[in-house]
């Protein structure tokens, strides 16, 4: 076995002597590594099974699974984890929980469903159904629905059901845009790892448990609010996710066959793991799989206890990567890297240095510039603050709760967090309307999928791990997720942004090392937070659609017009707008006919009316195709567009505004 402390490059040696750790108010102190293969960055098919909803509370399965799934994760210790998850739909709320599309059960031969072909114009599953109109995200009726109280209540009684005999420390919060958390819970003890007696305090919303790889999410926020802020300040050059890695950090080198591709790495790169670069470069070093010992040998196997016992700086880091080739063309796809995330944070360290002219550490800058702003107070990254040692959670396991990871790692995993702080990011820069730190604009380009995979399930982003989720109209909508893991502790954030909420799962081990080794089960955050989307989602569709039937829907009159809106299929649809005697539907249909003759009219059944992201507006679009294809074909002088409705409350009535045909509609 080599050397733990040298390597025959010269990039580092006596690596190990630079770790420092701390010893914990516990009777195990400090530990390194346990073998348990994390889940921290597990990519799962989302399975959920498609259930018809019986007598209220019976659930009977309709379809058989697709045979055959491809199921595969990545795992701390050796990159792969096949897993599969089962979840059952939600009685009472909806017969179409969030599910995998059962495309063998409809599928025509045709590679291509186009617009045209009947089957994507008769079958729901082809509709491009709208997400709730933006500016209701964050209506406090929301929150009011029956839909939504029954689903905490039942999500209260399945968590509890489910955690009744766990040894685990589990803490869960759920946030909306129109209030903040609305729920939590909360399972456990603090000091696993001692007995009840002696340590009886229980875990809660400001329990400090490693949050390990949601630790990248922050280094990606740093890399935009620092964009922001240069922005603001006319500072250049700007720094953005498509700067080029080398124009921020010219001290990043690749060998000298991988010249160009070094100069072509982005920081958006780095931050969607689609660098190229090898998950952890230089950590673990084997001589062959015999290294591997199962189950592991106290004192005698000292695998795991090499990690992180190199490239502890910055120099280190840059030299080791300076000596290994990439894994995968650039930009090609998505793999893994830790190694990738910590040169990010090296990168905007850099920029930061130069736009605020100070030097300080990556931990103290994210301190700053994002934990203190959203009063993340009980949120850190480096030694633990003395004062919050009282609200670490110990693991019964080994773990690394004592362990001080080298600084120049903290971006790719070294945070501590609890589910109030992880409430408090998600709510006011991922969820609200009015973002902290970064614009909305930015937010909404962060919360995007870059690359997808073949299951049309999940994708990757910028950090995110998406899972593809089908609504009970059959619109799919991206949940974005990131999960983290280090021994004995997993974590797991998601945000379901179009209808404005999102989940914070933490969880300790509860059982001790052999209890593992001899096969004992552990609590899964990402299992957790599928039940909470599977439970939640569909009620707040119910509710969304409740708010927006009863605002908009009815007839609306005037002296010279009416206008007739339903909620039918999914959709708000403008049935009827005729002013002055100008049917204002069969005038679009007239404006396609002049392209090409007269064709089948589109929009003879009405057009589906589109939210924007500002109050009250909408636009008109065909009913069977996407959001994207007609808008704005032809404006007025003033600009208003053919397709654009307005909604105004005027003396407590709802108005239907219509510029073109200077339509002013009330309501009845």
């Given at each position: 076995?080599?050397?733990?402390?040298?390597?025959?490059?010269?990039?580092?040696?006596?690596?190990?002597?630079?770790?420092r750790?701390?010893?914990?108010n516990?009777?195990?102190?400090?530990?390194?590594m346990?073998?348990?293969?994390?889940l921290?960055?597990?990519?799962?098919?989302m399975?959920?099974?498609d259930?018809?909803?019986?007598g209220?509370?019976?659930v009977?399965?309709?379809?058989k699974?697709?045979?055959?799934t491809?199921?595969?994760?990545?795992?701390f210790?050796?990159?792969?984890l096949?897993?599969?998850?089962l979840?059952k739909?939600?009685?009472?709320?909806?017969?179409?929980?969030l599910?995998?599309?059962?495309t063998?059960?409809?599928?025509?031969?045709n590679?291509?469903?186009?617009?045209?072909?009947?089957?994507?114009?008769s079958?729901?599953?082809w509709?491009?159904?709208?997400?709730?109109?933006?500016?209701?995200?964050?209506?406090?009726?929301?929150?009011?629905?029956p839909?939504?109280?029954?689903a905490?209540?039942?999500?209260?009684l399945?968590?509890?059901?489910?955690?009744f005999?766990?040894?685990?420390?589990i803490?869960?919060?759920?946030?909306?845009?129109?209030?903040?958390?609305?729920?939590e819970?909360?399972?456990?003890?603090?000091?696993?790892?001692?007995?009840?007696?002696?340590?009886?305090?229980?875990?809660?919303?400001?329990s400090?448990h490693r949050?390990?790889?949601i630790?990248?999410?922050?280094?990606?926020?740093?890399?935009?609010?620092l964009?922001?802020?240069?922005?603001?300040?006319?500072?250049?050059?700007?720094i953005?996710?498509?700067?080029?890695?080398?124009?921020v950090?010219?001290e990043?080198?690749?060998?000298?066959e991988?010249?160009?591709?070094?100069?072509?790495?982005?920081?958006?790169?780095?931050?969607?793991h689609r660098?190229?670069?090898g998950?952890?470069?230089?950590?673990?070093v084997?001589n062959?799989?015999?290294?591997?010992?199962?189950?592991p040998?106290?004192?005698?196997?000292?695998?795991?206890?090499r990690?992180?016992?190199?490239?502890?700086?910055?120099?280190?880091?840059?030299?080791?990567v300076?000596?290994?080739?990439l894994?995968?063309?650039?930009?090609?796809t998505?793999?893994?890297s830790?190694?990738?995330?910590s040169?990010?944070?090296l990168?905007?360290?850099?920029?930061?240095?130069k736009?605020?002219?100070q030097?300080?550490?990556?931990?103290?800058?994210?301190?700053?510039?994002?934990?203190?702003?959203?009063?993340?107070?009980?949120?850190?990254?480096?030694?633990?603050p003395?004062?919050l040692?009282?609200?670490i959670?110990?693991?019964?396991?080994?773990?690394?709760?004592?362990?001080?990871?080298?600084a120049v790692?903290?971006p790719?995993?070294?945070?501590?967090s609890?589910?109030?702080d992880?409430?408090?990011?998600?709510?006011?820069v991922?969820?609200s309307?009015?973002?902290?730190?970064?614009?909305?604009?930015?937010r909404?380009d962060?919360?995007r999928?870059?690359?997808?995979?073949t299951?049309?399930?999940?994708s990757?982003?910028v950090?995110?791990e998406?899972y593809?989720?089908?609504?009970?109209d059959?619109?799919?909508?991206?949940i974005?997720?990131?999960?983290?893991?280090?021994?004995?502790q997993?974590?797991?954030?998601s945000?379901?942004?179009?209808?404005?909420?999102?989940?914070a799962v933490?969880?300790?081990?509860?059982?001790?090392?052999s209890?593992?080794f001899a096969?004992a089960t552990t609590t899964?955050?990402f299992?957790?937070?599928?039940k909470?989307?599977?439970t939640?989602?569909?009620?707040?569709?119910?509710?969304?659609?409740?708010?927006?039937?009863?605002?908009?829907?009815?007839t609306?009159?005037?002296?010279?017009?009416?206008?007739?809106?339903v909620f039918?299929?999914?959709?708000?649809?403008?049935k009827?707008?005729?002013?002055?005697?100008?049917?204002?539907l069969?005038k679009?249909?007239?404006l396609?006919?002049?392209?090409?003759?007269?064709?089948v009219?589109?929009f003879?059944?009405?057009?589906?009316?589109?939210?924007?992201?500002?109050?009250?507006?909408?636009?008109a679009?065909?009913?069977?195709?996407?959001i994207?294809?007609a808008?704005?074909?032809?404006?007025?002088?003033?600009?208003?567009?053919l397709?654009?409705i307005?909604f105004?409350?005027?003396?407590?009535?709802?108005t239907?505004?219509?510029e073109?045909m200077?339509?002013?509609?009330?309501?009845?």
């Amino acid at each position: 076995m080599p050397s733990a402390n040298k390597k025959k490059d010269g990039c580092y040696e006596k690596a190990n002597s630079r770790l420092r750790s701390y010893q914990c108010n516990t009777q195990k102190g400090y530990q390194t590594m346990e073998s348990r293969p994390l889940l921290d960055e597990k990519l799962v098919m989302m399975m959920v099974e498609d259930d018809e909803v019986e007598g209220g509370v019976e659930v009977k399965k309709r379809r058989k699974w697709l045979v055959n799934t491809c199921w595969m994760a990545i795992s701390f210790s050796t990159g792969i984890l096949l897993t599969l998850y089962l979840v059952k739909g939600i009685p009472n709320l909806s017969s179409q929980p969030l599910q995998r599309r059962q495309t063998s059960d409809i599928y025509t031969g045709n590679t291509i469903l186009a617009a045209g072909n009947d089957l994507s114009v008769s079958s729901p599953q082809w509709r491009c159904v709208p997400p709730p109109p933006a500016f209701l995200l964050e209506d406090p009726r929301v929150m009011q629905h029956p839909a939504i109280k029954f689903a905490l209540a039942q999500l209260e009684l399945t968590l509890k059901a489910d955690t009744f005999s766990s040894k685990e420390a589990i803490s869960i919060s759920i946030v909306h845009s129109a209030k903040g958390k609305i729920y939590e819970f909360h399972q456990g003890r603090k000091r696993l790892n001692e007995s009840a007696s002696a340590s009886p305090a229980k875990v809660n919303g400001n329990s400090i448990h490693r949050i390990a790889s949601i630790s990248k999410v922050f280094a990606v926020l740093e890399t935009l609010m620092l964009s922001r802020q240069a922005r603001l300040e006319k500072f250049v050059p700007e720094i953005t996710l498509e700067s080029r890695l080398q124009d921020v950090l010219p001290e990043f080198k690749l060998p000298q066959e991988f010249k160009e591709e070094a100069a072509d790495i982005t920081l958006g790169q780095l931050g969607s793991h689609r660098a190229g670069i090898g998950r952890d470069m230089g950590e673990l070093v084997f001589n062959s799989p015999r290294d591997i010992l199962w189950p592991p040998v106290p004192g005698q196997d000292t695998f795991f206890e090499r990690y992180y016992q190199h490239n502890t700086s910055s120099q280190e880091l840059l030299c080791t990567v300076s000596k290994n080739d990439l894994i995968w063309q650039v930009g090609q796809t998505p793999s893994y890297s830790n190694t990738g995330f910590s040169i990010l944070g090296l990168a905007t360290g850099n920029y930061r240095k130069k736009l605020k002219k100070q030097n300080k550490s990556w931990a103290s800058s994210i301190k700053e510039d994002i934990f203190d702003p959203l009063e993340m107070d009980h949120t850190f990254a480096g030694p633990i603050p003395k004062g919050l040692r009282k609200d670490i959670v110990t693991p019964n396991s080994r773990n690394m709760v004592d362990l001080i990871v080298p600084a120049v790692h903290d971006p790719a995993g070294g945070i501590f967090s609890t589910t109030n702080d992880l409430a408090k990011l998600i709510h006011k820069v991922l969820l609200s309307r009015s973002p902290l730190l970064i614009s909305n604009s930015q937010r909404l380009d962060w919360l995007r999928s870059i690359h997808y995979n073949t299951d049309a399930i999940t994708s990757v982003g910028v950090p995110w791990e998406s899972y593809r989720a089908i609504m009970p109209d059959y619109a799919a909508y991206n949940i974005y997720f990131k999960g983290g893991g280090l021994p004995g502790q997993y974590s797991q954030i998601s945000a379901f942004p179009e209808f404005g909420y999102g989940v914070a799962v933490l969880t300790s081990v509860g059982s001790t090392d052999s209890e593992l080794f001899a096969g004992a089960t552990t609590t899964d955050p990402f299992g957790l937070s599928l039940k909470v989307h599977n439970t939640l989602a569909p009620a707040i569709w119910k509710a969304y659609n409740s708010i927006v039937t009863a605002d908009y829907a009815g007839t609306y009159t005037s002296p010279n017009g009416i206008a007739r809106i339903v909620f039918e299929n999914g959709f708000l649809t403008l049935k009827e707008l005729k002013i002055d005697g100008v049917d204002v539907l069969l005038k679009a249909d007239q404006l396609i006919w002049r392209q090409g003759g007269r064709q089948v009219s589109i929009f003879g059944n009405g057009a589906g009316l589109i939210g924007t992201g500002f109050a009250g507006k909408f636009r008109a679009t065909a009913l069977f195709s996407c959001i994207w294809s007609a808008f704005d074909i032809v404006t007025t002088k003033s600009g208003w567009g053919l397709d654009l409705i307005v909604f105004k409350k005027v003396n407590g009535k709802m108005t239907l505004f219509y510029e073109p045909m200077k339509g002013k509609l009330v309501k009845q």
